[in-house]
């Protein structure tokens, strides 16, 4: 095993996989840029190393898996996102294709932000305890890390529309129940359970394991490319939403600890 420390993230070598570990517990390991950076760079080590045949990433801590994007680097003007790969997306990961299976260990809650990073994962192993959801509405907001798309395909309609439409969490035990989700673990296993399930699969044949990838996702030339519609339509929506007067109130009214007023404008 080796590990080298990174300011936001903690990469390690088990063996053949690549265990990623969000490593900002004090802000519930929401993203910044340096966290953007060293996932980013991370994920492309490993779909340049051939001993590298799976990908684990988790969050620091007992917590939160990831909060998401943090408000504070956004309200002080930060970039979040990897400063020399923007196609990277939302934590150098939601948008980086990467021919290796990649596996969320789901510790905590993963809400807005932390879903998002879930729902980029190939397979999702979570704890008990574990929440998922994305309450953007609740802020004025939609999910524009690919969770709105997403979810809707990884979900029956029905089911991602509620959790869409109400911004409420779904438990661990219902997003297996639902598919969302491989397994749900006890607390503080979950780690250990998703390298377990990692080395079911690098013992198979890594180049057949990576085509059978790129075929199930509709891959071409590295890019999913059912994925270019929603990133298009997300990224439209999203820009038109960051000019209304009920975007900036719902993270003012989060700031003051308050219910949000809405204007519909």
Known sequence: MTEEGTLGAIVE???NVLLITINRPEARNAVNSSVSIAVGDALEQAQNDPEIRAVVITGSGDKSFCAGADLKAISRGENLFHPDHPEYGFAGYVSHFIDKPTIAAVNGTALGGGTELALASDLIVAEESAKFGLPEVKRGLIAGAGGVFRIAEQLPR???NELLFTGEPMSSA?????????QVVPDGTVVDAA?????RITG???????????????????????????WKRTNREFSTLLQTEDAKEGPLAFAQKRQPVWKAR
């Open 13 to 15: 070598k088990r063996g």
């Open 174 to 182: 219902d997003a297996l129940r639902w598919g969302l989700i491989n």
């Open 204 to 230: 198979n044949a890594p180049l057949a394991v990576q085509a059978s990838k790129r075929v199930a996702y509709g891959v071409d030339d590295g890019v999913i490319t059912a994925d270019k519609d929603g």
């Open 158 to 160: 029905k089911v991602a």
């Open 195 to 199: 390298l377990k399930l990692a080395e």
